[in-house]
């Protein structure tokens, strides 16, 4: 079964610093790979996904994310953090032939100071 | 376009004591899903529905049960509330593999 995982659970961040969030999945073949990101008390919205082709994806809100096969890796970035950016991120990996079903990370709570 | 709206969006409940929390997407998205979120879990995955009159167990169906009599809703039934089911909801449809996520339940079992 594939796996996620999210290995810094809190990253605190200067506003204006850049950002890498890691995520390293756990699957045999090439997987659907998404970051979502919840803000407090509310639902999670998709930032980027990848399927297939270009390995580096643009997302919403200044994000991107690059796929390394070679690390299994999926790692989430933005050259400059605002302290809008405070939220909890969520890396997750779906496989086709699966109901489109998605298995989480444990998330990374990121913290913005100004 | 409401997208997932969930209702309610907080609860009490006492122990064995039933309720349904309601799902409802406007998208006419054939699969939807139940998770629930635990503080340092991430999401899991209770029970998913890939059309009208399908559904299937995720991860950690105990203690739920879900119908889909239409592509519109997808309820989460909880029969007897235990402390295990304190935690927040989320309902999610999805199409060409991207899902989206309703605002959430917050559910207190006391």
């Known amino acids: 079964a594939q796996s996620v995982t999210q290995p810094d659970i809190h990253i605190t961040v200067s506003e204006g610093a850049s950002l890498e969030l890691r995520c390293n999945y756990s699957y045999g073949a090439t997987p659907y790979l998404f970051w979502y990101v919840q803000s407090p008390g509310q639902g999670l919205q998709l930032l980027l996904k990848y399927f297939s082709g270009d390995t580096l994806v643009q997302g919403i809100k200044g994000f991107e994310a690059e796929f390394k096969r070679s690390q299994s890796s999926f790692n989430l970035r933005k050259p400059s953090v605002h302290w809008s950016d405070a939220a909890e991120y969520f890396c997750a990996v779906g496989i086709t032939g699966t109901a489109s079903k998605l298995t989480f990370g444990t998330g990374t709570r990121l913290q913005v100071t100004l | 376009n409401a997208g997932v709206t969930q209702t309610p969006k907080f609860r009490i409940l006492k122990i064995g004591q039933s309720m349904t929390l309601q799902c409802t997407q406007d998208m006419n998205h054939n699969y939807m899903y139940w998770y629930r979120q635990d503080p340092g879990m991430g999401l899991k995955l209770i029970y998913y529905?890939?059309?009208?009159?399908?559904?299937d167990k995720g991860e950690v169906p105990n203690g739920y049960n879900v119908s889909r009599s239409t592509t519109e809703d997808f309820p989460l039934r909880l029969e007897l509330a235990a402390p295990s089911q304190t935690s927040v909801y989320f309902c999610?449809?999805?199409?060409?593999?991207?899902?989206?996520f309703g605002p959430g339940t917050r559910l207190t079992v006391t």
């Open positions: 999610a449809s999805s199409l060409r593999g991207e899902q989206y």
């Open positions: 529905s890939v059309g009208a009159g399908i559904t």
